[in-house]
């Protein structure tokens, strides 16, 4: 388990969407985010206190988080100075990027020389087994996106709160580096070998209660080149009986590859309801979540509005106005 509070290291992210484990943390365990740290260029701010290595040290900081998940997950030259300063200063340092701390030379002496540690949370630490897509007692919900980071995660943590909320049984199972670092348990999807990243869902959702929810946390998109295998992983190996859709409505574009365009969200409903329906015949999409932190208030509830009125499903942005509409699908 991670020491708390975290320092929620930023360093130059170009964007605020490339801060999204920052974000993660700060609007989920508030209580753990005691400040961020930013490099010169930073377009990212969690509105926290903006604090140095010494400063986070001297208010109780235990942990830096490396916040940023950049293309490719790597750990810049930029950063190295500052983290290791962190390791000088007390911190142990954490994080979900592919590119690992274990591997970075100076960081490893660093660690060793200061007794600190490097927690690398994209490692899976299961042998997996290999998916047999045999039936199993529960009940098992996933997000599945128009694009990647849309909201998948933020509806899967707003459902399992709002399904509890009811005293229904409900586990929010984390399946990235963020729900891993918020949650303190989960499987790293887009780090298990191909061969057996639908067994580890199976793993991650075992069979239980049939009154029980596990509401899995989703990766990818079906629709997105680089991808969609942990999507359709986490559908085999979920079994999922009920999946809800996931969007952000002023994207132009798939994120990181402008020459290919974001899928309607009947698109995606039929063709995550077709691969769903190999593993259980008789799963069902339940809602839309949709994330409208890019409209206003009153742009947010027509475009909802519209939405609901076209799919004929309950559509709510779960993080503005509470998932319990979803929870409700689920528990009637």
Known sequence: MLKTPYLLFLGDAPDPLAAKVAQGIRDWRPEYALGQLRLAGCQADM???????????????????????NRGGVISEKWLEVLEQALAAGMDIASGLHNLLRDEPRLVAAAERHGRQLIDVRVPQVKYPIADGKPRAGKRCLA??????????????????????????????????????????????????????????????????????????????????????????????????????????????????????LPSLEQLRETA????????????????????????????????????????????DPFRQGADRLAGELSS
Not at 178 to 193: C, R, S
Not at 289 to 305: I, K, W
Request: one cysteine or more; charged letters at 20%.
């Open 144 to 261: 599945v996106g128009t694009d990647c980071s849309v909201g998948k995660m933020y509806t899967a943590l707003a459902l399992d709160s709002a399904l509890k909320a009811r005293d229904v049984k409900s586990s929010f199972r984390a399946t990235g580096q963020t729900g891993i670092l918020i949650t303190g348990e989960g499987v790293p999807l887009d780090a298990v070998v191909a061969d057996f990243m639908a067994g580890s869902i199976e793993w991650l959702t075992p069979a239980n209660d049939e009154d029980h929810w596990d509401i899995i946390e989703g990766q990818g998109s079906l629709f997105h080149p680089s991808f969609s295998g942990v999507t359709l992983a986490l559908i085999h190996g979920g079994q999922p009986d009920a999946l809800i859709l996931c969007h952000e409505p002023t994207r132009t574009h798939m994120r990181g590859l402008p020459e290919y365009a």
């Open 273 to 316: 309801l077709t691969m769903a329906r190999i593993v259980n015949p008789s799963c069902r999409v339940i809602g839309v979540s949709v994330n409208t932190a890019g409209l206003d208030e009153q742009e947010a509830e027509r475009y909802l509005a519209d939405l609901e009125a076209r799919l004929e499903l309950p559509c709510v």
């Open 47 to 69: 509105k926290l206190p903006d604090m140095s290595v010494e400063q986070a040290v001297a208010q109780g900081a235990k942990t830096l988080v490396i916040g940023v998940a």
